[in-house]
């Protein structure tokens, strides 16, 4: 992808190094990956450290219990002294994530235009350990996360190496998804359907709830297609092999082939975020045809 040089979004905030209020859970990975990329519509305001960041997790699919045991084994308050330092490959990724935001202000702001609505630009938070959100308290384990209550982006950058290792899922255009899904729930905010949703598997079993979560998670993965060809049509930077690593990290973090790996075993019950294969099929979908009103996750059957 050709972002060098290119204008960054100003809707950010640097928060890196201003230490996180818990003691982060990355010795467990495996049990927070249920957590990554997802969108959360919780408006609790949050501030009760330990059992917001339990409530959060257990919204995105991660079970409590595991956090629970793990959390009291950890320190409560983790503050960071003098100036935060960043090395050159971080600061890089950061100018690289606000060049991909700024494209996805312009490509959504067009769409909502042809809509004849006003799009609304979130803010993207960068952060290190943890910091504080709109839906509690945010740990750098979670992964990349989108908050409806304050309508901010929180990614820690160092998620982007961890792709690239652990997931098999590097490239830059592979991080653009990442950011460009988050938006994409940002979009379901702003369209009304992650309210909607929200309130829906608040009344429903835990079954149906995860059911209506992975298709509210493929219809990001289907609006950041969408980007993905609306920044190619119109903005021609994207390489060759760049959809090919969007797509590889779509599948790479299916929620079959993350428990797979984890667990060694599948349970489709508690999928939140769809199969590798589903969430290849509506990112591509959505890049195939750049066309929102093909992204209908909730009435598509099967998915
Ligand atoms: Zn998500």
Known sequence: MQWQGRQGSENVEDRRGQGGSSGGFSGNFGGNLGGLLGGKGCGCGGGIGTIIVILVLWLMGVNPLTLLQLSSELPTQQTQTGEYQSSAEEDSMMRFSEVVLKLTEDVWTDIFNQMGKTYRKPTLVFYTQGTQSGCGVADAAVGPFYCSADEKIYLDLSFFNQMATQFHAGGDFAYAYVIAHEVGHHVQKLLGTLDQVNAQMARSSKTVANELSV?????????????????????????????????????????????????????????????????????????????????????????
């Open 215 to 303: 298709r509210l998670e493929l219809q990001a993965d289907f609006y950041a297609g969408v980007w993905a060809n609306h920044t190619d049509s119109q903005f021609h930077i994207l390489d060759p092999g760049d959809i090919e690593a969007a797509l590889n990290a779509a599948s790479q973090i299916g929620d079959d082939t993350l428990q797979k790996e984890t667990q060694g075993y599948i349970q489709p019950d508690s999928f939140t975020h769809g199969t590798s294969k589903q969430r290849y099929t509506w990112f591509n979908k959505g890049y195939k045809t750049g066309d929102i009103s093909y992204g209908d996750t909730f009435s598509a059957n099967p998915l």
